[in-house]
């Protein structure tokens, strides 16, 4: 009896993940140097002259080994000639081959030095590069450090400056506190003043007005004037004092006249 082979069915998605998976990235491809591309060139070509050659070597050869082989059976003149003439062909086919391989080694010495070259300024030029992203990468640092430390600047700054201020206003708060203090009890004493001005004010107005003849009694009496007589009397009071001044050791009669005289010389007070 013959087995029969069960086939395992794989669903479609599951052939597309592992395609997929399977696929190897693309990258772009680098972009090759325009001497190497060159030298390059120059190698394949001659690596085809020289596979050439060597078939057309190959060829000479056994043309020449025939053509040998049969004069040395014929033994005539024109079998010696035709093997003369193979084994002149090889000779030249072999001395171009020779020269197209020496061209090849050449070309594929320049091809190395043009690769050597071309990694060298790869190398310069990733060098470079790198140097340049670091160059941008420290400065953005730089920007980034200078930032934080303008803005810790500025805040320690703001903190100092409010300080100072705060000082400045509780001096100004002080002294303008003792002015205020000083201004207030300044007005209140003037008010004050002024409070007792107006209650003796309402006091007078409001006290009980005196009779008519108080007001007569209390007023002064007219000052008369003096009769003739006591005018004399105190035209004559200086000789009453020179008499006193002559009359130093009798002092009590002196003052007894002066006082006469002054008495003489006034008028009498109102009673």
Do not use: H, Y
């Not at 007023?219 to 035209?235: D, Q």
């Not at 050791?249 to 002196?254: F, G, L, Q």
């Amino acid at each position: 009896m013959a087995r029969r082979v069960v086939k395992k069915s794989v669903s479609k998605s599951a052939r597309k993940t592992t395609s997929a998976k399977s696929a190897p990235k693309r990258t772009a491809p680098k972009a090759v140097d325009p001497a190497v591309m060159k030298a390059q060139t120059l190698v394949t070509s001659l690596q085809k002259d020289v596979q050439a050659q060597a078939k057309a070597v190959a060829a000479a050869r056994k043309a020449s080994v025939a053509a040998k082989n049969k004069a040395k059976k014929s033994g005539t003149a024109a079998d010696k000639r035709s093997a003369k003439s193979a084994t002149a062909a090889l000779t030249k086919l072999s001395g171009s081959t020779k020269a197209t391989r020496a061209k090849l080694a050449d070309a594929r010495s320049a091809l190395a030095k043009a690769k050597t070259i071309c990694a060298a300024k790869a190398v310069e030029e990733a060098a470079k590069a790198k140097i340049a992203a670091m160059q941008d990468k420290l400065a953005a640092k730089a920007d980034a450090d200078l930032a934080k430390a303008v803005k810790a600047f500025e805040a320690k700054w703001k903190k100092a400056r409010a300080a100072a201020n705060a000082k400045k206003v509780r001096a100004a708060n002080k002294k303008l506190a003792a002015r205020t203090k000083a201004a207030s009890k300044k007005a209140a004493a003037k008010v004050a003043k002024v409070e007792r001005k107006m209650a003796a004010k309402t006091k007078a107005a409001t006290a009980p007005k005196r009779t008519t003849r108080k007001k007569a009694a209390t007023r002064k009496p007219a000052v008369k004037k003096a009769p003739a007589t006591s005018r004399k009397a105190a035209v004559k009071k200086p000789t009453a004092r020179k008499a006193a001044v002559k009359k130093a050791p009798a002092k009590k009669p002196m003052a007894k006249k002066a006082g006469r005289a002054r008495k003489a010389g006034r008028p009498p007070k109102a009673k």
